[in-house]
């Protein structure tokens, strides 16, 4: 059994290509997740403006993004944009679709956020003369993101997670990585390692959040 | 030789909806003037405050204040509101900021004054307020007087021409109105003119130079402090008072 998935030579010869893979989802989180981020705030933004012409478009978007699974989306572009004379690649076509995908809900959670700032606030910013933009950057954001702190770092757990999708359309990262080295061992040994890794890398985050939840409810009572 | 007013609202109508909320109010004030507004809720005095600053948009009318017409579409209105400033009912203190972020914002970004220019005279403002020891508390570890003060402190560093205190004292625990009454009597000695929409009754009574009582949209009757609560001239007018004081 142990030689079966935590064989020990296997794991010295996987180590290199498993660290590589590793380090490819640590690059990909680190575009994905700003990028997602800043979609999503941009979204909310757009939302706050409260106008139909830019209300109805902008809530289809949200909401064919957020209905359009994922993968789904993820190899229409990789398999379907090259017939249409566009060949991105692997990597280009997950940060597009995460862009896509997770901006949509990053989106969501900066408007809840900014929904739950008393208009009061708007208010008196405004009545000493700031503008829009400055309520909404110096008064409201800096409330709203602290207010959906808890969601935006749940969110970002699953787009963290979200990122072994990259496997599907041979981006290098830790699970395709993993798989190939599987492949060349027969052993499933490397999996099991980019699972330890993966709970390695995201048991702090779930930690955070739930002392981030905990304190949030201490903080309603 | 014209009477300059520096507060001049002509014809004020505000709907919301179906709801007629001012049915064409008109409000001079003159310099150092300190006027009281009051009436029943829904009388529209709030109303008739947040139309002055353009908070609300009034559905017709005119607003001038210090010479400068508010509801030009060519007005700066942020330019403008420097001059006005606002207490609201609710304080509405940035609560992610101490009592010094709160007054330097705007000093800083509609000021334009350096970070250090900026906290010289927010420092200056929270001492007017008798605050200048909580200036690194954030609004959650101060009192509702205190709260007060410091959005009293937040408007009058900005140097405004004109004060308008939304009920300023409602949302106070009885024993932390003074303070704030005591704060906007030192205002009124310095000369600001305020417009006061309230129902402390015995500050009004002193303070007070005019008093205006609106109910169902429009201004009812005014005049001085005296002539209002002791010898009104309406019926309503004399039905609202002898509510109030009965408390």
Redesign the interface.
């Known amino acids: 059994m142990i030689q079966t998935f935590f064989n020990l030579d296997i794991i010295v010869a996987a180590w290199p290509i498993v660290m590589s893979g590793l380090w490819n989802t640590i690059l990909l989180s680190l575009i994905v997740v700003p990028l997602g981020l800043f979609g999503g705030l941009i979204l909310a933004l757009l939302a706050s403006i409260r106008h139909p012409l830019v209300r109805w478009p902008l809530m289809a978007w949200v909401d064919f993004f957020r209905a359009f699974p994922p993968l789904v989306l993820l190899v229409l572009l990789f398999a379907g944009l090259p017939f249409a004379g566009l060949e991105l690649g692997g990597f280009a076509c997950v940060a597009i679709a995460f862009f896509l995908n997770t901006g949509s809900y990053y989106g969501e959670i900066f408007r809840a956020g900014i929904d739950s700032v008393p208009n009061g606030q708007v208010e008196a910013a405004r009545s000493t003369g700031l503008s829009r933009m400055q309520a909404m950057r110096y008064v409201v954001l800096p409330q709203a993101v602290r207010n959906v702190l808890p969601d935006l770092l749940s969110n970002t757990l699953e787009v963290v997670k979200l990122t072994s999708l990259g496997s599907v359309v041979a981006v290098p990262e830790l699970l395709y990585e993993a798989r190939q080295a599987q492949s060349l061992t027969y052993n499933p040994t490397p999996i099991v390692m980019a699972a330890v890794i993966y709970f390695l890398i995201l048991w702090p985050l779930v930690r955070l959040l739930s002392r981030l939840e905990n304190r949030a409810l201490a903080g309603r009572r | 030789m014209v009477q300059k007013h520096i507060v001049e609202a002509r014809g004020i109508h505000k709907h919301f909806g179906p709801l007629h909320v001012l049915k064409g109010v008109d409000l001079q004030v003159d310099e150092r003037e300190l006027v009281f507004v009051i009436g029943p809720s829904g009388s529209g005095k709030s109303t008739l405050l947040r139309c002055l600053?353009r908070?609300e948009e009034p559905s017709s009318g005119s607003v001038v204040v210090d010479g400068i017409d508010m509801l030009d579409p060519k007005t700066d209105i942020?330019?403008?509101?420097?001059r006005?400033?606002?207490v609201?009912q609710?304080f509405?203190?940035?609560?992610?900021m101490t009592a010094l972020g709160n007054v330097t914002?705007?000093l800083r970004?509609?000021?334009g004054k350096s970070r250090a220019e900026a906290d010289t005279l927010a420092r200056k403002a929270l001492e007017r307020v008798g605050l200048a020891d909580r200036a690194d508390h954030t609004p959650g570890q101060l009192s509702g007087g205190q709260q007060q003060r410091v959005?009293i402190a937040?408007?009058i560093a900005?140097e405004p021409r004109v004060m308008l205190f939304d009920e300023p004292t409602s949302a106070l625990d009885p024993e932390l109105v003074g303070s704030v009454l005591e704060v906007m009597r030192s205002l009124r000695e310095t000369g600001m003119t305020m417009i006061v929409v309230s129902h402390e009754m015995g500050f009004a009574r002193n303070a007070a130079d005019r008093v205006v009582f609106m109910d169902d949209g429009l201004i009812v009757e005014q005049g001085p402090p005296a002539a209002i609560f002791e010898n009104p001239a309406h019926e309503r007018t004399r039905a609202f008072i002898g509510q109030i004081q009965r408390h």
């Not at chain 2, 942020?78 to 420097?82: K, V």
């Not at chain 2, 509405?92 to 992610?96: K, S």
């Open positions: 600053n908070l942020n330019h403008a509101r420097q006005i400033g606002m609201f609710s509405n203190l940035y609560p992610h914002l705007a970004k509609v000021a959005a937040r408007s900005l």
